[in-house]
Structures are given as C-alpha cells and as structure tokens.
C-alpha cells in the first residue's frame, strides 16, 4: 500500500522539478528578444491610429521673386528667390526675359483691373501668380505661389513701400537707383529666402537703423585706418 504512495510523491516530485527547470531556462532569454517578441506582438494586435499616419507634405508657400520695373521697363531692383531656367540663355539672360515678361502683362493691364495675374510666367511654372501695385512711375511685383493669400501681398507690399518713403522721405525712382543698397536692408529686414519675416514698420525700420550705423561705424574705421596710413608713409625718410 505504501509502494502506490511512494510513486505518487516521487512523481509529484518529478513535475515540479520540471516546471522549475522551466521557469529556469526562460528567464535566461536575452531581454532583447523578449522585447523584440513583446513589440511584435503589439504590432500585429494594435493597429497604427489614422493620426499618426505621416501625410504628404503640403505645397511650400514662398515668394519666388521681387521685380520694380518704371513705366519704360526698366528694372530697377530685382530679386529672384527662386532660379528661372531658359534653354539656350545664360542666367542673367533668363531673368531678363522674366523681367520683360513681367513688365509686358502688368503694364498693358488698366488700373481698373485686379492686381493679379495667374499662371503667368513660362519659367516659374503654372503654379505661380503676380501680385502687383503702380506707384507714380514704378510697378512693384511679387511673383508668389498661387497659394498665398492676395490681399497679404498687397499688404505686404504697402508696408515695404511705406518702409522706403519713411527711409528716403517721400522715395521716388532716383532714390532706388542711387542708394539700391539700402533698399536691399529694407527688403531683406522684410522678406529672406522668399519667406515674410517681419510686417511691423516699426521694427524693419529699427534694423534698417541698425546696419546703418554698423555701416558708417565700418566706413569711419576703415577712413581712420586709409588716413593713418597715409600720415605713416608721407612722414616716412625716404618719401618727398
């Protein structure tokens, strides 16, 4: 009677060394693959919410040029924030031939017409518009993708030509041709890489200030420098 018992307990016994061996020789799985198992398995429970699915990205919004041409089309300032190409021409040829195509639609449109045009220009592609306004002699035009906003640009616009009549007091087309420089710090304290940087008069014309004083700081040393130079070597022995 006590053999059955015996055999009983020794195979008790047996299976609990066994479930312990077990135990054993799982926890010496490299944590790793127990994570690399854990995720798989969440990956193909749980599916991937819509959220974070990456979309296709949106259409760069950017202003792709700045042309001010007068009544006669000629150019003024140009500044071309993205390159236009044209088969056989050299660069400087393709943005002339923007130019002029430029100064041909704008100037045969009434001033009783919208101030902008679609699909335009040949190089920019279909996806671009001019968005322009006439002051006095000179055309001021902003080729921009068609997805900026019409009525921001024109805004836009007033606020640079704002910006040049506080510069110049009352501007006008000789102060662009004679002092172009400072009319790139004012475009440049406004729009940068074809993107709006700053609308506030305030603070354009506050950097405008700025890099006129670090200009005239620059030029008084450097005048400094040329006239102590010049002392040096005229008091020097061997110049008469």
């Excluded at 799985?29 to 959220?51: D, L, R, W, Y």
Aim: glycine residues 6%; contains cysteine; charged residues 20%.
């Amino acid at each position: 009677a006590n053999v059955p018992a015996r055999r009983r307990v020794r195979r008790v016994r047996r299976r609990a060394s066994q479930r312990r061996a077990a135990h054993h020789d799982g926890s010496r799985e490299p944590i790793h693959n127990t994570a690399a198992s854990a995720g798989a398995a969440v990956t193909a429970q749980t599916p991937i919410p819509k959220s974070t699915v990456p979309h296709a990205a949106a259409h760069p919004k950017m202003i792709k040029g700045i042309i001010i041409v007068n009544n006669s089309g000629q150019a003024r300032i140009c500044k071309f924030f993205q390159q236009v190409h044209r088969e056989g021409y050299s660069p400087e040829e393709a943005q002339q031939s923007v130019v002029q195509q430029v100064y041909k639609q704008v100037s045969e449109r009434p001033d009783s017409f919208c101030n902008y045009l679609e699909g335009s220009i040949m190089q920019w592609g279909d996806a671009t518009k001019l968005i322009y306004r006439h002051y006095a002699t000179l055309y001021f035009v902003f080729a921009v993708d068609k997805l900026e906003s019409d009525l921001g640009i024109l805004d836009l616009i007033q606020v640079f030509v704002e910006a040049l009549d506080k510069c110049f007091e009352n501007v006008c087309e000789l102060d662009l041709i004679f002092h172009s420089d400072k009319v790139h710090y004012i475009l440049d304290e406004i729009v940068m890489a074809g993107m709006v940087l700053e609308t506030n008069i305030v603070t354009i014309l506050s950097g405008v200030n700025d890099q006129t004083k670090l200009h005239q700081k620059s030029t008084s040393k450097l005048n400094e420098a040329l006239g102590k130079a010049t002392s040096t070597k005229m008091g020097s022995p061997g110049v008469r």
